[in-house]
Nanobody, 124 residues
Framework: QVQLVESGGGLVQAGGSLRLSCAAS????????GGWFRQAPGKEREFVAA????????YYADSVKGRFTISRDIAKNTVYLQMNSLKPEDTAVYYC?????????????????WGQGTQVTVSS
C-alpha cells in the first residue's frame, strides 16, 4: 500500500507557473511508475503526464507538451509536475497516481493508487 498526498495547487494568473508535488508514504515511490491526471468541472478525468519507474521515460498529453514537466526525486519519495505558461483551460483538480511496475501509462484505469487531488485555478 502507498498513500499519495498532493500539494502546490492554487490560484495563478494566465502565463504563470505552479509546481505540484506528490509525496508518497507507506511504501517507497521508487517501486511505482507515476502519473498526473486532471478533472475539470463537468468533464471526465484526463491524462496529463506520466513517468516511468526509473524516470527515464516521460509522456505528456498534447495539450500540455512543452509547458509541463514531470519529474521524480527518489530520495524525497516525491513526483513533481512543473507547470509553466498556464492557461485558463488548465483549471482543474489535479490528481497524482501510482502504478506497480516499470512502465508508465496514459490509461487512468491502470493506476493502483490515487491522491486526494489539489485544485489549480488559472485566471485570465
Amino acid at each position: 500500500q502507498v498513500q499519495l498526498v498532493e500539494s502546490g495547487g492554487g490560484l495563478v494568473q494566465a502565463g504563470g507557473s505552479l509546481r505540484l508535488s506528490c509525496a508518497a508514504s507507506g511504501r517507497t515511490f521508487s517501486s511505482y511508475a507515476g502519473g498526473w491526471f486532471r478533472q475539470a468541472p463537468g468533464k471526465e478525468r484526463e491524462f496529463v503526464a506520466a513517468i516511468s519507474l526509473s524516470g527515464g521515460r516521460t509522456y505528456y498529453a498534447d495539450s500540455v507538451k512543452g509547458r509541463f514537466t514531470i519529474s521524480r526525486d527518489i530520495a524525497k519519495n516525491t513526483v513533481y509536475l512543473q507547470m509553466n505558461s498556464l492557461k485558463p483551460e488548465d483549471t482543474a483538480v489535479y490528481y497524482c497516481a501510482a502504478r506497480s511496475g516499470w512502465v508508465a501509462t496514459t490509461d487512468n484505469g491502470r493506476y493502483d493508487y490515487w491522491g486526494q487531488g489539489t485544485q489549480v485555478t488559472v485566471s485570465s
